[in-house]
């Protein structure tokens, strides 16, 4: 069974800051990859997938997450936050083939203006 | 598309009542998920189904959970009897299964609250 680990539950940060994220999956197949962000007191939106070919995806917003298969890695970073990006984000992943879609714990970002 | 809608948006209930938690899926989608998200626990799959099938419940925490998927647009998440610790935002997903899978679109959710 596949299983997602985000190793950062608070991060803090201030405007212009750079981010990354750090998400880690256990899986020995093929899987698909994907970045949600949630914003407060709304639902889970998609920023970024990766599926196949280039392992640098571009998502939304200016984010962007490499696929690193021989680390089992999918981090996802932003070169310069704003506020707007305070949400909590959450790495996700589906093992081709599976029903299932397993998503990590969550990060919660939380960038000062 | 209108996305997946789920209602009601807030609902407050009595420990011991019955609650039920609607869904309706994006047309076209052929698999849907009921997740649970608290502060405590963070984001849990309850149920997922496939062409209105219950693949995997392992996740419903007991037996005062049910799921139901009777066609391709619809899905309930039952609780009967509620108690306070089952406030938590339930979300439902849906997304598109063929030939490949395709991305989860979620449901704007509901909150329980069960006092």
């Known amino acids: 069974a596949q299983s997602v680990s985000q190793h950062n539950h608070h991060v803090i940060l201030s405007e212009a800051a750079s981010l990354e994220l750090g998400c880690n999956y256990s899986y020995g197949g093929t899987v698909n990859l994907f970045w949600y962000v949630q914003y407060p007191g709304q639902h889970l939106q998609l920023l970024l997938k990766?599926?196949?070919?280039?392992?640098l995806v571009k998502g939304i917003k200016g984010f962007e997450a490499e696929f690193i298969k021989s680390k089992f890695s999918f981090n996802l970073r932003k070169p310069s936050v704003q506020w707007s990006d305070t949400a909590e984000y959450f790495c996700?992943?589906?093992?081709?083939?599976?029903?299932?879609?397993?998503f990590g714990a969550g990060t919660t970002v939380t960038v000062r203006a | 598309d209108a996305g997946v809608i789920q209602s009601p948006r807030h609902e407050v209930t009595e420990m011991g009542q019955e609650v039920t938690l609607r869904c309706k899926p994006i047309?076209?989608?052929?698999?849907l998920f009921w997740y649970r998200q608290t502060m405590m626990r963070g984001l849990e799959l309850l149920i997922y189904f496939n062409n209105n099938v219950p693949i995997d419940d392992s996740g419903m925490p007991e037996d005062r959970f049910s799921a139901k998927m009777p066609n391709a647009s619809f899905s309930t998440l039952k609780i009967q009897p509620s108690e306070p610790r089952d406030s938590a935002v339930y979300f439902c997903a849906s997304r598109r299964r063929d030939r490949g899978d395709t991305e989860a679109f979620f449901g704007q959710g509901t909150r329980l609250t069960v006092v």
């Open positions: 047309s076209g989608h052929n698999s």
């Open positions: 990766y599926f196949s070919g280039d392992p």
């Open positions: 996700a992943v589906n093992a081709i083939g599976d029903y299932k879609l397993s």
